[in-house]
């Protein structure tokens, strides 16, 4: 009599994670959430994973997408790591620059990114310092020379991150304006000329600007990663400027989150087995012939990451040796905090 229930028992126990993972999430809705605006790279590309992955994650849950722009990407980061559940149902793809923003700067930092679970990426993918075709900067050398209004969201961003690094360590004139509420605005505001430049992914400009490069309007004068983009190979990179040693030391540090590319993350705290059933679900997913497809149609390159490779950068950044990140520290130049005016108290 008790020989079926005791072959049930043994598969449930053989399926372990697998079948644990179907229970959780049958029937459940996951959101991913963009630290990013709509419209964007970013925002693409989580969209394509919240229609493919069902097919991937044990369960077939429903998947949609939450964007949550805000601080540089600290809204988004903050929030997946005090608030979302820490059960699977919220997942997210955070910028890259968020993990040397915690080691570099700090604000807005309520978490630590050695503690989320890293679950996948779309690989490495290069910066570009561009500016519009109306500036009078048309060179590398003439951005040491002249001043270059250059558009930003917030801190925790290499949209500001690395202009403000190539101020303090190769010279630079940038003037970084920051408070736009996401890349899409800055494109907007190249165009209507209130800004001459910024610093931009490369998959983002070949995927939703390439008009930009096909017709002209824009200049590549440096590139931000560990090698040059083939695409761009005659544009160096931030080490290839360096003067000195040290300066090619901090260059290097700031430049590893181009490595991350377009990460994806979990909550700590998360349960073992439902970390291994979304990390196979993203392996799937980046392996699937449809979301290629896809991926293709929309020129967006995809060198994919497993979890364990991104933690490994990720934890590769958080523990750069304390010398190096000292004098990166000291040459980048931190916003100065206003200082609120207290209110006189009236009787």
Partial sequence: MLRPLFILVIAILAAGPAF???AFFKGKTVT???????????????RAVARHMPRHLAGGPTMIVQNMPGGGH?????????????????????????????????????????????LGSTGADNSGIIVWHTAQVKTYDD??????????????????LFPKVMNAVLGTKFKIVIGYKSSEQINIAMERG??????????????QRAHWVK???????????AKRDPRISNVPLLTDLAKTEEQRQILKLVSSPTALGRPYIAPPG?????????????????????????????????NYMTGAELE???????????????????????KKRRKRKQKKKTN
């Fill in 20 to 22: 644990a993972a179907d």
């Fill in 32 to 46: 991913i959430i963009t630290s990013t605006g709509a419209g964007g790279t970013y925002d693409t590309i989580a």
């Fill in 74 to 118: 600290m809204r988004a980061t903050n929030h997946m790591y005090n608030v979302a559940p820490k059960d699977g149902t919220k997942l997210a793809t955070i910028h890259n620059a968020v993990p040397l923003h915690q080691v570099i700067d700090g604000r807005g930092v309520r978490f630590d990114v050695a503690k989320f679970n890293w």
């Fill in 143 to 160: 951005l040491l020379k002249k001043e270059t209004i250059l558009g930003g969201t917030g801190p925790g961003s290499g949209i500001v």
């Fill in 194 to 207: 209130e800004v001459e430049a910024r610093a931009f992914g490369l998959t983002s400009i070949f995927a």
């Fill in 215 to 225: 017709e002209k309007r824009i200049r590549f004068l440096a590139q931000v990663g």
């Fill in 270 to 302: 998360l349960p073992a087995d439902r970390v291994a059933a979304v990390r196979d679900a993203f392996d799937g997913t980046f392996a699937d012939a449809k979301f290629l497809a896809q991926m293709a149609k929309l020129k967006i390159a995809i």
């Fill in 312 to 334: 490994k950068l990720v934890r590769a950044t958080v523990y750069t040796p304390a010398e190096f990140v000292e004098k990166a520290k000291k040459v980048i130049p931190k």
